[in-house]
């Protein structure tokens, strides 16, 4: 199988923002921390606080747990709950961030030059990285990444990552039926050729 690295949210070291109004854990940084071009990260948002500014970024933001957010861009507000398709918008907006009941955890793909994407996974049916992508899968739930006789299993809240994806027909296998079970990511280096 081509080279994977699996991330679990909870090995993944958690960095309390400057306002205190919540952490985040970073579970992939692309080629690297400081000069990244993606950027996979889950987040606990505790308090009512706006988004940090990311100018030049393209972001795609999705609830794991919670009640609820909504978002505040310049007057024009997006409610958002745990199995909504993700939300895609423009980093450097930096939205006003709402509670609706409480604490949320969320799940962002960040993609400065180049293009990406985020999908939810449709039980029983196939994805495909694009060809000259980096790809994998955020699973929500415990289960199994399959591709042909490839299969790897994962546990909850954990990122199977390739920079050099395998071809084929991807599915992800629940362990347990549930709403909103996991994600594609995908991200094309700029410069690449699909």
Same mark, same amino acid.
């Given at each position: 199988?081509?080279?994977?690295?699996?991330?679990?949210?909870?090995?993944?070291?958690?960095?309390?923002?400057?306002?205190?109004?919540?952490?985040?854990?970073?579970?992939?940084?692309?080629?690297?921390?400081?000069?990244?071009?993606?950027?996979?990260?889950?987040?606990?948002?505790?308090? =009512?606080?706006?988004?940090?500014?990311?100018?030049?970024?393209?972001?795609?933001?999705?609830?794991?747990?919670?009640?609820?957010?909504?978002? =505040?861009?310049?007057?024009? #507000?997006?409610?958002?709950?745990?199995?909504?398709?993700?939300?895609?918008?423009?980093?450097?907006?930096?939205?006003?961030?709402?509670?609706?009941?409480?604490?949320?955890?969320?799940?962002?793909?960040?993609?400065?030059?180049?293009?990406?994407?985020?999908?939810?996974? $449709?039980?029983?049916?196939?994805?495909?990285?694009?060809?000259?992508? #980096?790809?994998?899968?955020?699973?929500?739930?415990?289960?199994?990444?399959?591709?042909? =006789?490839? #299969?790897?299993?994962?546990?909850?809240? $954990?990122?199977?990552?390739?920079?050099?994806?395998?071809?084929?027909?991807?599915?992800?296998?629940?362990?347990?039926?549930?709403?909103?079970?996991?994600?594609?990511?995908?991200?094309?280096?700029?410069?690449?050729?699909?």
């Amino acid at each position: 199988m081509t080279t994977a690295r699996t991330i679990t949210v909870d090995s993944a070291p958690a960095t309390p923002w400057r306002n205190r109004g919540g952490v985040t854990r970073e579970l992939l940084a692309w080629p690297g921390p400081t000069d990244w071009r993606l950027r996979i990260s889950v987040a606990d948002i505790a308090a =009512d606080s706006p988004f940090s500014a990311f100018p030049g970024v393209r972001r795609w933001f999705t609830l794991l747990s919670g009640e609820g957010v909504a978002l =505040d861009f310049a007057g024009t #507000q997006q409610t958002l709950s745990p199995g909504d398709a993700p939300l895609a918008f423009d980093g450097a907006a930096a939205p006003g961030c709402r509670l609706m009941g409480g604490p949320v955890r969320d799940l962002n793909l960040m993609v400065r030059g180049g293009a990406g994407g985020m999908a939810a996974v $449709s039980p029983g049916a196939i994805w495909q990285a694009p060809a000259g992508a #980096q790809a994998g899968l955020f699973a929500r739930v415990p289960g199994r990444w399959r591709n042909g =006789d490839q #299969q790897q299993s994962l546990p909850a809240l $954990s990122l199977l990552w390739f920079d050099t994806p395998p071809p084929g027909d991807w599915r992800f296998e629940p362990d347990n039926p549930a709403p909103a079970t996991g994600w594609w990511l995908h991200h094309m280096p700029q410069g690449a050729t699909p």
